[in-house]
């Protein structure tokens, strides 16, 4: 089935840093195209970051590029999402995501505000 984790998220001023993890297990990891997605309230979900299975090419979302950098370490099946220079808008629940794999983690919130 698969299960995804994601931790990191948190409290953090206009500016400020924040790191995402995902921790996967119960499938391939190294075989997936892996994905961060953002959603708030009321709002779709939306694709912020993907990154290859070998770690090769990445492509980000217009509103995050030169901010956000997605990496990989397949030895720990675990995919992060470096976040820099955050703004209020970033707020939301983020989720990671194994492309053409249906199951989803519980999100990690973040928040961006003064």
């Known amino acids: 089935q698969g299960h995804l984790v994601e931790s990191g998220g948190g409290l953090v001023q206009p500016g400020g840093s924040l790191r995402l993890s995902c921790a996967a297990s119960g499938f391939a990891f190294s075989r997936y195209v892996m994905s961060w997605y953002r959603q708030t309230l009321g709002k779709e979900r939306e694709l912020v970051a993907s990154?290859?299975?070998?770690?090769?090419?990445?492509t980000y979302a217009d509103s995050v590029k030169g901010r956000f950098t997605i990496s990989r370490d397949n030895a720990k099946n675990t995919v992060y999402l470096q976040m820099n220079s955050l703004k209020p808008e970033d707020t939301a629940v983020y989720f990671c995501k194994a492309a053409g794999r249906t199951n989803w983690g519980q999100g990690t919130q973040v928040t961006v505000s003064s």
């Open positions: 990154i290859t299975s070998a770690g090769g090419s990445t």
